[in-house]
C-alpha cells in the first residue's frame, strides 16, 4: 500500500455547518473521506517516518501559541471555491515552520511553489461554466481558535477515509 499524509487544521462545526452543505453539493466523494479542512502541508512524510515527524512538529507546536482564524467570504482558484481566511498569516507561520524543518517535503509537491494559499475547499469543478454557475449563500465571518494540528494519513488517491495519526497542540 502507498500511504501519504498531510497535516490540516480542522474548523469547528459553525465552519463545518456553512461548509458541509456546499461540500454535499460539489464535492460529496471529498466530503466522504476528510471533513472541511484547512491545508497545513500536504503530501507530506511517507508511513515509516511518522512517528518521528510528529515528534519534531510536536517541538515545533511547543513554540506556536492558539492563534485566531476569521473566514470571511470566498476565493476562487481554476476549478476550486473556497472559504477564505481574513488573514493568512498565522497559518502561513505555521506552514513555514513545519516546511523550515521538512524542506523535502513542498506544499502539494512544488506544483503551486514553495508557499500556501491557506483555505477551506467547498467545490470542485471540472469546468469553468460549472465554476461561474454556482450560487453560494452569504455566511457572517466566522471566527474560531486555532489550537491543534492533525497529521493525517490515507492510501493515496484510494477512495478511502483519511486517519489520524496524531493530534498536536500549539502550547508556545
Known sequence: MNLTSGIVIFPPIEVQAVAVPIMRQFTPEHLI???AHITVLFPFVPQEQMDAAAQTIQSICATIKPFEITLSG???FPGTVFMQPANPEPIKAVFRKIYDAF?????????FGNDIHPHVTVAEFKSEIEQRAIL?????PITFRAERLHLL????QEPLLWLTHSVIAFTG
Do not use: C, E, K, T
Request: net charge negative; no cysteine; charged share 10%.
Open 33 to 35: 473521506r476528510l471533513p
Open 74 to 76: 470566498y476565493g476562487q
Open 103 to 111: 524542506p523535502l517535503f513542498p506544499p502539494y509537491g512544488g506544483a
Open 136 to 140: 453560494l449563500p452569504d455566511y457572517a
Open 153 to 156: 494519513y490515507d492510501v493515496y
